[in-house]
Structures are given as structure tokens and as C-alpha cells.
């Protein structure tokens, strides 16, 4: 068998058509789908990209490797300890070295490991081709690499080929020649409205409409994509355009991926295709734009496709899953005689193969790169628990009807007082359960907190408060001053 990993950087599934979205931003990925299996309630626990792809390749929960946030001692790994043996069990069992137990030849193209010092992402993989880019790179530049992968490789069996494509991530950057296939083409969701919109001018906290660039309009010309400030609706359709065309730009490069795999006589043999992602993005919830730093559905839900030989084509699950589960089923898939027993995730091949449901009751999910908030994902609703808001006025409980609220605009914390327990609850359960499982006994979510907070807001509520003050928000300074004592 060989496998196609296709892995998208911050990329909401709903902007995908396969997921229904009214633009053609995926056909690629659409017809992929068509001969898989979508997942349709799929989550990144531990967000955004460095602490979910160390869950997705260890089969870990963050409170558990340590891996949370984006600096400090909460973005490495923790060390096994006294009973590490000659190898560790992180580099025995990650998800790359399950096919390698199988006798699958392991390649990566990504430059996900030197962005963020995370050398330990290419444990296993037998060839790594770093572009270059340090996770500013363009398709363009991806793409012909794994290409001339494929031309001089693909006849081989069993092989698994990961791609790493960050064009959707900000800043966003399509080449310019790429164009604006949406221009004449409205939001096919139009729930930010004049008033809305009205509001965010005046919204207090980084990556809002006035600082998209987090503290500051600063633009970069290397990225005219991605401006410094949105000024009006048209500006806003605009931002949003943009990042379509990322995912539409990352879906071209796709269909080069797969007619080089047909060239090759391998596309309708036992290939295996994975599409995933590491995080989604907020476009507008909680006034919020281009920007993947909270623990809610737009960051956190991803899309998860699998096109696996023998398994069930065009179903759609509605289970819940996160991405610790891929480990697990992986290890079923390959049909592994020693199954690892570490792994949080759980198992969900029978669903591939036969389309048996197969999930969690809820899901936790954990940011600590912006913010510091846990989640709590249960039946239709999302309980969101604010440790410290990154310099935004969250309340200390959210809960939103996800199902009938997608973008989070009705917060129903103080009229849903028994869902809020009930999130509460869940979130202490496991909170304790994986902290009893956990050698260190440690949180690394209060890491973050006794080292100052979130990385991304350490040392700027000073600067931002006098930001506030000259952009006409001055009544903000206060209200952060009271929420955050002692930091400003």
C-alpha cells in the first residue's frame, strides 16, 4: 500500500465544499472525499499548530507531553524520565513510526520542524525535505518537490509521502498571479452584518479589524494579501477572499500531487489519501480575523478525510473525534500485533472499513499559545473556561449552541447555568483523569500561567493600552487594566 498525507495548515473545514460551503474552494479535496470517508465533528485538542501536531503524532493529550503553547518550557516535549529505554516510547510509538513498524519507506516535505525547534516531528520519517521557507513558503515551492518525489518513487510499494502546505495560515499568500476567483462572488455566509461589523471597530484584544497584524496596522509588502486593518464590509469580503484563496491556491497544488500519482499508474492502485489539517481559523468569531488563538469551533474543528483501500467510500461520521484518535486507528488499520497503550485517542478504523460509529462522548481542547482556555465539547454545545484571555475582555464561562450558533455570537452561560455545570464537570473529570495518568503530575496549561501567560501576549498590554488610547478605544484601557491587575 502506499499513502498520500496530505497536511493543510490552518483550515477550516466549513470553507471546504465537501463540508458545504457555496464556493469552489476544494474539488481536489471534494472528490477525495467522495471516494472516503469525511469526518464531520473532528478536533485539534490541543491548539494551534505546534501543540496539535505534537497530539497528532504522539497520540498524546498536551496536559500529558507537555506541549501546550508556543514558547516557554510548555513548547517542548517532555522527557520520558527514568524509564526511558535505549529508545524512548515517544520514538517507538509515534504515528510516522507505525508504518515503519509495518516496513513502509517514511518521507516528509514540511518545514514545520524548524519553524517551531520541533525536531522531534521528524522522528521516523526516513527522508525530510526541508524548502527552506520556515513556514512562510508558497505551494510553489512545496509542491515540485514532492512531485519529483513522486516521478522518481511512486512504483515502489509501500510508502507513506507527508505534504505540508501553509498557505491558508496567515499571512495570507497566494501569489499575486494567482488572482481572485471570488471577487464577483458574495460570502456564501453573510452573518457579519453592517452592525456586527460596527462593533468589531471597536473590539479590545489583538487580531481584531484594527490590528489584524495582532498589536498593530503594520503591513508587510512581501504579503499584500494580508492587510494591516479592515476599514468596511468591502475590505472585509475582501480579507475572506483571501483566505479562500489560499485554500483554493493549496487545492490546485493538491490535483498536481494526484496527477502525478496517475501518471504514475498508482492513483487507482492501494493508495491510501489522508487530508487534514492542524487548526482552523477565526474570520469574525469574537471579533476576531485571521487568527487561530482560542479554544473555540473555528480554531479548533478541522477536517479530517481518509480514502483508505478496501474502506467505505462517501460517508460521512458524526462522531466525535480529535486528532490523538489518528495514532490508534492507524495502529488497527496496519493490523499491528503489539498495540502501544498510551494512546489517548481512540480507535476509529471500524469506521473506515465498515462503517461502524466509533468515538468519544466529548472532547477537552486546550489553548495556551494566545489565551488560556480549556473547552469542553459535548453534544451540541462548546463550554469555554478562560484562564487568561490574551487581552481580550472573555468572561471567565462561555457556552455556545453550535449547532444554531456556528459563529458564536450568543453566549448562553448565564441562562444555561446547569450546561454550564455540566461542561464544568466534564472538564474536572478529565482534568483529573489525565493528570493521574500523567508521570510529571504536572499542568502544563499552569506552566504557561506561572511563566507569564500566553506566549503571544507576554510583554504587550503596556504598548497595546497606549495603541487604545490613540485609536479612539481608550475606554478599553480600564476595563483590561481591571481584568489583568498588574500586568499593564
Known amino acids: 500500500m502506499r499513502v498520500l498525507f496530505i497536511d493543510i495548515d490552518t483550515l477550516r473545514p466549513d470553507h471546504l465544499g ?3 460551503y457555496g464556493r469552489d474552494t476544494s474539488p481536489n479535496i471534494d472528490r477525495i472525499a467522495e471516494e472516503g470517508v469525511r469526518f464531520d465533528r473532528y478536533y485539534c485538542p490541543n491548539a494551534p499548530c505546534l501543540p496539535s501536531r ?3 503524532v504522539s497520540g498524546q493529550y498536551g496536559i500529558k507531553t507537555g506541549v501546550v503553547g508556543h514558547g516557554g518550557t510548555a513548547a517542548d516535549m517532555r522527557l520520558q524520565g527514568e524509564d526511558r529505554d535505549f529508545t524512548s516510547a515517544f520514538s517507538d510509538n509515534n ?5 515503519r513498524k509495518k516496513g513502509y519507506h517514511t518521507v516528509s516535505v ?5 519553524r517551531h525547534s520541533a525536531w522531534w516531528f521528524n522522528a521516523s520519517f526516513n527522508e525530510c525535505y526541508n524548502v527552506g521557507g520556515y513556514g512562510g513558503e508558497s505551494a510553489e515551492r512545496v509542491t515540485p518537490v514532492a512531485v519529483d518525489w513522486i516521478e522518481r518513487n511512486a512504483k515502489q510499494d509501500d510508502w ?8 491558508p495560515h496567515t499571512p495570507y499568500r497566494a501569489p499575486a498571479s494567482f488572482g481572485n476567483p471570488f471577487a464577483d462572488q458574495p460570502l456564501p455566509d453573510d452573518w457579519i452584518t453592517e452592525e456586527i461589523f460596527a462593533e468589531h471597530q471597536n473590539h479590545i484584544g489583538p487580531h481584531g479589524v484594527r490590528e489584524i497584524g495582532m498589536w498593530t496596522d503594520a503591513e508587510n509588502p512581501q504579503f499584500p494579501r494580508h492587510p494591516g486593518r479592515i476599514g468596511s464590509m468591502q475590505e472585509m469580503k475582501r480579507f475572506m477572499d483571501n483566505y479562500d484563496c489560499g485554500i483554493r491556491y493549496t487545492d490546485d497544488n493538491i490535483g498536481l500531487l494526484l496527477d502525478a500519482l496517475r501518471r504514475q499508474g498508482v492513483y487507482d492502485d492501494d493508495l491510501a489519501i489522508i487530508v487534514t489539517s492542524d487548526h482552523g481559523e477565526n474570520m469574525g468569531e469574537f471579533g476576531i480575523y485571521g ?7 473555528p480554531t479548533c474543528r478541522i477536517p479530517m478525510i481518509i480514502r483508505w483501500p478496501g474502506g467505505r467510500k462517501g460517508i460521512t461520521d458524526h462522531a466525535f473525534h480529535a486528532n490523538v484518535d489518528l495514532a490508534p486507528t492507524v495502529e488497527e488499520l496496519l493490523e499491528l500485533p503489539d498495540r502501544y497503550d498510551k494512546f489517548d485517542g481512540i480507535s476509529y478504523a471500524k469506521t473506515i472499513t465498515d462503517g461502524e460509529p466509533c468515538g468519544h462522548d466529548y472532547l477537552t481542547l486546550t489553548q495556551c499559545a494566545h489565551v488560556c482556555q480549556r473547552s469542553v465539547r ?3 454545545y462548546l463550554y469555554i473556561r478562560t484562564y487568561h484571555g490574551g487581552y481580550h475582555l472573555f468572561p471567565r464561562e462561555m457556552l455556545f449552541n453550535v449547532r444554531e450558533d456556528p459563529h458564536q455570537l450568543h453566549n448562553l452561560a448565564a441562562k444555561q447555568p446547569a450546561l454550564c455545570d455540566r461542561g464544568a464537570r466534564l472538564l474536572l473529570d478529565w482534568q483529573d483523569r489525565m493528570l493521574q495518568e500523567s508521570p ?3 499542568d502544563p496549561l499552569w506552566t504557561v500561567m506561572k511563566e507569564g501567560g500566553p506566549y503571544h501576549c507576554r510583554g504587550q498590554l503596556a504598548a497595546y493600552c497606549e495603541r487604545l488610547e490613540k485609536t479612539g478605544r481608550g475606554f478599553g484601557v480600564e476595563l483590561l487594566r481591571k481584568q489583568y491587575p498588574g500586568e499593564a
Open 160 to 167: 507513506v509521502l507527508h505534504v505540508h502546505y501553509w498557505d
Open 110 to 114: 514540511s518545514t514545520f520542524a524548524e
Open 378 to 380: 459535548f453534544d451540541d
Open 440 to 442: 510529571s503530575q504536572i
Open 291 to 297: 487568527e487561530h488563538g482560542t479554544a473555540d469551533e
Open 54 to 56: 505534537a497530539s497528532l
Open 95 to 99: 504515528l510516522i513510526h507505525l508504518f
Open 18 to 20: 465537501c463540508y458545504g
